[in-house]
């Protein structure tokens, strides 16, 4: 599979498997073994965490696959993030939810990360989302000190604007590696806004969460939803297949901004979709099309 390089010494691959719904599954150490080996077996490298999946358990459970199987470690790539503070009977310290993006929580959050997911090290750290209350340089003193202790090999962001991103990147050392946003052919908003140009400025290859909306592109019977379906079945026919959802990962995949789906299913077929999906060339009518059947009328 293509490999997208973030840093002289990091490259993810192409498409990311992520875990935020890893506990909906119930899968036992052994399946969850079984799903990390298959995306490996189909190049998916990269994995995606938060310490707050699962109300703070998605680590746990994937560390202890990890655990069983220790050489999977180093065929692997883990991104976890930190900085959202959830209620939770698992963390009953927890009086409300807000953000935290203190020095003294990264880091608290990072050993909480490596002890669960039973890793030395988390190939790419981010923070989870903008917070009103960041002081970048106590975020600065934090990935400093993660990067020189060897607990973290570098730094990204999660939902983060133009001005949000450049302000904290303007405290730090090293370059911010990626942005990972909601962006699907459901959900516009960071095309739109100048997000993904700010990426390709920086040249800062782009994670995409919910690239299916969520599964929304296939249940919703909003509009937007009904004729997004139309115009992938006739896309899918054209590309010879009947998988919309590998037309929804094609046309994240044909943007030219390096964008790295994160599947978000634990049923092997499903992320084989994503993986044939870097298969299928769209035309630019056919990206279009599928542009102009979300938005509901063509480009000005
Ligand atoms: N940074 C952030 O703020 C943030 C936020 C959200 C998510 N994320 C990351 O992004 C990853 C992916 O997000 P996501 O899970 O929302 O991705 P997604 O792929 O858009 O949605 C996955 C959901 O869609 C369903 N689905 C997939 N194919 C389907 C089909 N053909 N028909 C009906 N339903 C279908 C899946 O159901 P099945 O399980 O039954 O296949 C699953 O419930 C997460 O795991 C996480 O790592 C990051």
């Known amino acids: ?119 030395d090290y988390i190939d790419t750290l ?14 600065a003193e934090a990935f400093s000190e993660l990067k020189a202790s060897g607990k973290v090999r570098s730094f990204g962001v999660s939902n983060f604007k133009r001005h949000q991103l450049n302000m904290l990147q303007s405290y730090l050392d090293d370059a911010l590696v ?45 509009e937007k939803a009904v004729r997004l379906r139309d115009t992938l079945t006739t896309v899918a026919e054209e590309l010879g297949t009947e998988d919309l959802s590998e037309v929804l990962y094609a046309w994240l995949l044909n943007h030219p901004a390096k964008i790295m789906p994160i599947v978000g299913s634990g049923k092997t077929a499903r992320i084989d979709s994503a993986v044939r999906a870097l298969e299928h060339k769209l035309t630019l009518d056919q990206w279009f099309a599928i542009l102009h059947s979300s938005m509901g009328h063509d480009v000005p």
């Open 1 to 119: 599979m293509e490999r997208i390089t973030l840093t002289k010494d990091i490259s993810f691959s192409r498409i990311v498997h992520g875990a935020w719904r890893l506990n909906d599954w119930n899968y036992t150490t052994d399946q969850t073994i079984e799903l990390i080996e298959h995306c490996i077996s189909k190049g998916i490298t990269t994995f995606d965490h938060a310490d707050i999946y699962g109300s703070y358990t998605c680590e746990a459970l994937f560390g202890r696959a990890l655990e069983a199987k220790p050489e999977l470690r180093e065929k692997m790539e883990l991104v976890t993030k930190c900085g959202i503070v959830l209620e939770s009977p698992n963390r009953p310290a927890h009086k409300s939810h807000h953000y935290n993006t203190s020095k003294e929580h990264i880091l608290l959050s990072v050993d909480n990360s490596l002890r669960d997911l039973k890793t």
């Open 126 to 139: 981010l923070i989870h989302r903008p917070d009103p209350m960041m002081n970048p340089e106590d975020v």
């Open 178 to 222: 990626t942005n990972q946003v909601e962006v699907s052919a459901y959900e516009l908003e960071n095309i739109q806004d100048g997000t993904l140009d700010l990426c390709m400025e920086k040249r800062m290859p782009v994670m995409a969460w919910s690239p299916l909306a969520g599964g929304a592109i296939f249940s919703s019977n909003d």
